[in-house]
């Protein structure tokens, strides 16, 4: 009984208290009950459609605060989030329907060609590829060569980026020595071609990738050339007149043309596809700060051709040539014929195989 009488009054005391008696009773609470309901129902309704639209915007802020950040360094965070909403889908894709991020980092074969083909170019500014941590018996060759032949064709459109960095594996998943073939060293090409008309480039790495005196002399065809500063007279100026060239534009040139104008834009096409090579898509790249060739198996001849190229390049500070196969008097001869200014690294980690 005493149990009994302990349970009725634990329940009597979360029984809510009575509310107090109005003199009009019971047609009071039914007014204002009935004033209340169309207030919470339009209320359901906002929240409902808030939620259907946008999710996460029911988070707490702290919430979001605190894991919104680690999400958004993310592709498939970043991609889900754009299916969330209406105005984050239509933000963060471009025109073409491809996700719109300012930076990718691929550690995988499988993630770098994802990126390749769901990314905008037109707005990446930092792109980086790093297949040396994933251990030499993943890939094959062609795996790697189809994806850096993608890679080409993509810069031509990046005309945001920035920093640019591909570190392949040393290693194939034969165990053989990686090394490009023919038709990928000239997409890479193309696609660094494609990158000096932006003048944007600040940062380049390219590891792991054989760079032989052949291949850095090897005429490319197809590699668009920078925008040329050439000052010359409009075409619909003309020559002044009463002079020998404005006879000779009178019976030679067409309508609205002069003589000039057709000589500098024969000569810009011919710029535009002369074949180039790799040295001479390195001296366009007129924005470079920092460039890194490791790991390229580069020679003593083919590090001699570098100094004429890096000093006319005004705006870089440092290059780094480590592990390759450049002796000692020829890391000397390459750092005096640097400017002062141009950090030299590498000059004590070459790797020497005799």
Not at 11 to 31: D, F, I, N, V
Not at 207 to 222: E, F
Not at 313 to 323: G, P
Request: glycine content about 8%; charged content about 25%; overall charge positive.
């Amino acid at each position: 009984s005493s149990h009994f009488q302990q349970t009725r009054e634990h329940r009597s005391l979360r029984r809510p208290p009575a509310p107090a008696m109005h003199p009009h009773g019971a047609a009071t609470s039914a007014a204002s009950a009935s004033a209340e309901k169309p207030a919470a129902l339009r209320e359901g309704r906002k929240k409902l459609v808030r939620a259907a639209t946008c999710p996460i915007a029911e988070c707490p802020r702290e919430l979001l605060g605190e894991v919104g950040p680690r999400l958004l360094d993310r592709a498939q965070p970043v991609g889900r989030l754009a299916c969330t909403s209406t105005e984050l889908r239509s933000n963060l894709s471009s025109a073409a329907g491809l996700l719109r991020v300012g930076s990718v980092v691929a550690t995988s074969l499988d993630g770098f060609r994802s990126a390749l083909r769901r990314a905008s170019s037109g707005e990446l500014e930092a792109l980086t590829v790093d297949l040396s941590g994933c251990g030499s018996g993943r890939y094959s060759r062609a795996d790697i060569e189809a994806v850096l032949q993608e890679l080409g064709a993509y810069l031509a459109g990046a005309s945001a980026l920035r920093r640019l960095s591909v570190r392949l594996a040393s290693f194939d998943v034969a165990m053989e020595r990686l090394r490009l073939g023919p038709e990928t060293w000239e997409a890479l090409i193309r696609g660094l071609s494609g990158l000096a008309p932006h003048g944007r480039l600040e940062f380049l790495e390219l590891s792991h990738i054989t760079i032989k005196a052949s291949q850095a002399t090897q005429a490319v065809p197809g590699c668009p050339a920078r925008p040329s500063r050439m000052l010359r007279r409009r075409a619909t100026d003309g020559p002044e007149p009463g002079s020998g060239k404005a006879f000779a534009a009178s019976l030679f040139a067409p309508t609205g043309s002069s003589l000039l104008d057709g000589a500098v834009a024969a000569k810009a096409a011919d710029d535009a596809e002369a074949p180039r090579t790799f040295l001479e898509v390195l001296g366009q790249l007129t924005e470079l700060s920092e460039l890194r060739l490791t790991h390229d198996e580069i020679l003593g001849n083919t590090a001699l051709m570098l100094p004429p190229v890096l000093t006319g390049l005004a705006k870089l500070e440092r290059v780094d040539l480590t592990r390759n196969h450049i002796p000692k008097q020829v890391m000397d001869e390459v750092r005096s014929a640097l400017p002062a200014q141009m950090k030299l690294s590498g000059e004590d980690k070459q790797t020497f195989f005799f």
